[in-house]
């Protein structure tokens, strides 16, 4: 095992003891201070991620579950007169085993309903790995998703989605991620998703933010390193429009988004977004957007 995977392995099984003996908020609290150096104020929060921590313990509406869940969130876009936007399916898979390969496009994207980075692409079937697929995608399935504060992703029915590849003329896969609280947006971050093709190997990752009204702020630390101004999404009115829709449920949620030769899509609803703590804004903002955010009364049903 590699070192950096011992660590983390070292570290989850800590963890996990202190859960067990302690109880769940004695193991949010030491995460917390592993990450930010910080004791977890649950009893008075003030700041962004001391108010996310609070809504992720005390607020557990089922329906946050439903829309972690990559497959049955299609079902709430659609009850939210949002369907238009979803990426075309294929078709969802219990086991690897089940996937139709022979009648799948040319290409198309194979990813696990129930968490993050779990995601396979095919851009040429006819020299795709099935059998390499397959494995990893029910690897995936028998593996839990979710620790601490993450709690959402533990109840979902785990399959496999088959959905369009999608692409644009030009190559570029621009993510427009915008953060919601009490049911307003309040910022977009910018990030390019590159691929693992030769050309993105001359590409430079990088995530900027934007205002509502599409001014560049320097909200993430090192972010003064990308110099360049985007210019505004084609969609940019739409993306304001459905956000607001589909934000409307919860205290907070990060509403992503694609922008396809023109065309607007929905990427995921995110509950946890850096796993509940934001380590990578600058404390400033930390704060700013902690007065921004108002707690919701803590739900109990």
């Known amino acids: 095992m590699a070192a950096p ?32 150096g910080k004791w977890l104020n649950l009893k008075n929060p003030q700041d962004l991620n ?9 607020w557990r509406n089922p329906l946050i579950t439903k829309c972690a869940d990559k497959y ?70 028998r593996k839990p998703y979710g620790r601490g504060t993450e709690w959402q992703y533990k109840p979902i029915p785990r399959k496999i989605l088959a959905e369009k590849y999608i692409e644009s003329k030009d190559g570029s896969m621009i993510e427009y991620q915008l953060f919601c609280f009490n049911g307003k947006p309040q910022f977009f971050l910018v990030r390019n998703d590159l691929r693992n093709s ?11 933010s934007y205002t509502m009204d599409w001014k560049r702020i320097y909200m993430r630390k090192g972010e003064e390193r990308f110099y360049f101004e985007l210019p505004k999404p084609h969609n940019y009115q739409k993306m304001i429009e459905y956000a607001t ?10 509403v992503d988004f694609y922008e396809i030769d023109d065309r607007l899509l929905f990427g995921e609803l995110t ?6 703590v934001q380590t990578n804004y600058k404390k400033e903002y930390i704060i700013e ?12 049903k």
């Open 198 to 208: 030769a050309a993105d190997k001359q590409a430079t990752q990088y995530a900027v």
């Open 289 to 300: 957007l902690g007065k921004r955010l108002q707690l919701p009364e803590p739900y109990t």
């Open 245 to 254: 829709t589909l934000c409307a449920e919860f205290p907070q949620v990060r």
């Open 5 to 36: 995977q011992f660590i983390h392995t070292i570290k989850n099984t800590i963890e996990d003891i202190i859960g067990f003996i302690f109880g769940d908020i004695a193991r949010y609290r030491y995460v917390y201070f592993l990450r930010t």
């Open 50 to 58: 001391e108010k996310f921590q609070w809504i992720a313990v005390n």
């Open 72 to 141: 049955l969130v299609r079902e709430y876009l659609t009850e939210k007169g949002c369907g238009d936007i979803l990426n075309d399916l294929y078709g969802a898979y219990d086991r690897g085993e089940d996937i139709p390969f022979d009648t799948l496009p040319e290409k198309f994207a194979l990813k696990c309903n129930h968490g993050s980075h779990m995601n396979i692409i095919c851009e040429d079937k006819s020299s795709f790995d099935k059998e390499a697929a397959v494995k990893q995608l029910n690897e995936w399935l």
């Open 271 to 276: 509950f946890s977004s850096n796993g509940n």
